[in-house]
């Protein structure tokens, strides 16, 4: 199953729950490829050589990638085709993949975009793809089937990390139960019949490193539920605060996308060319993670 699959994988490269987030744009590339960024063409080219050159530097140490959508969408077709190549050469060189699309509709619809990263032989072929279940069960159940019949795996939005999340998903209902917490117990019965041999659904959630309190009590309410965990350096989440979303130092993947991709920029790495300074950066959020759990 794809969740034990990803969970050897984390345990094989030192028990390093790390997923970086390549999520790239003209913007976070050196310099010099930056300057030859003159056409769509060109900024899709410079971005698939940056990632490739980050996969083959991290491969050693990192067990997955998160490959952000929209940052390849703002490029048009030249763009969506960077986005496909990297998935492909991520799992070429031995990562998983998550495909971060924030994906959903209903029906018909929902179903389209579960075939478009969950069949085999998919253009947006990956391991995992992120999914919107606030449109419920139909749009979710696309999904989870293609998940069943193909070995996939997706992760369901449940407490997020923007600061904002909060003005819907922290609400109560009159009995006291959040909005997220309603929502994690839908992941979990749509996750029921895929719980692997450690324990964990290849139906997951996404619960941010940002809001401690609210990841403990998902943890704690719900332990089949393997977490994607954004937030981490960037975003103000702490190793010590997302610790409370693991058990005996699993049950999550931690991800970090601008502190590992503009490494290179920052003082600490002062000397250090992009792919040397992704890869110390990489090892030094490995450390600071397996250190408080």
């Known amino acids: ?55 083959d530097t991290l491969a050693p140490v990192i067990p997955a990638v998160k490959v952000q959508v929209a940052y390849y969408e703002q490029y048009g077709v030249e763009g969506m085709a960077a986005f496909r190549d990297t998935l ?5 060189n031995g990562i998983y993949t998550i495909a971060d699309c924030k994906r959903n509709d209903i029906g018909s619809t ?20 992120t999914v919107n279940g606030y449109l419920g069960t139909d749009g979710v ?23 904002a999340s909060g003005e819907l998903q922290d609400k109560k209902y009159e009995n006291g139960k959040t909005l997220y917490d309603s929502m994690a117990d839908l992941v979990d019965g749509w996750g029921a019949e895929l719980i692997g041999k450690y324990g964990y659904s290849s139906v997951g959630a996404v619960v941010g490193a940002t809001h401690r309190a609210q990841a403990e009590d998902v943890r704690a309410k719900h332990p089949h539920l393997f ?41 600490k790495y002062a000397g250090l060319d992009f792919k040397q300074a992704a890869l110390q950066a990489a090892v030094d959020m490995r450390d600071d993670i397996k250190s408080c759990l």
């Not at 930056?34 to 980050?54: G, M, P, V, W």
């Not at 969950?118 to 253009?123: D, I």
């Not at 989870?144 to 369901?156: H, P």
């Open 1 to 55: 199953m794809i969740i034990d699959e990803l969970i050897d994988a984390i345990a094989a490269k030192g028990g390093n729950p790390s997923v970086i987030g390549l999520d790239t744009c003209v913007d976070y590339l050196p310099d010099d490829m930056r300057a030859k960024c003159n056409t769509l063409e060109d900024s899709a080219k410079y971005i698939r050589d940056f990632n490739f050159a980050l996969i």
């Open 88 to 92: 492909a050469y991520a799992k070429k």
């Open 110 to 129: 929902a179903a389209a975009y579960a075939r478009a990263y969950l069949e085999k032989g998919a253009p947006f072929e990956a391991d995992f793809v």
């Open 141 to 163: 159940k696309p999904f989870v089937d293609l998940c069943a019949k193909n070995d996939k795996g997706i992760f369901v939005l449940v407490k997020t990390s923007n600061p």
């Open 227 to 267: 977490f994607l965990i954004p937030g981490y350096g960037a975003q103000g989440g702490k190793a010590e605060d997302l610790a409370v979303c693991f058990k005996n130092g699993v049950g999550g993947i931690v991800n970090s996308s601008r502190g590992i991709l503009c490494a290179y920029r920052k003082d």
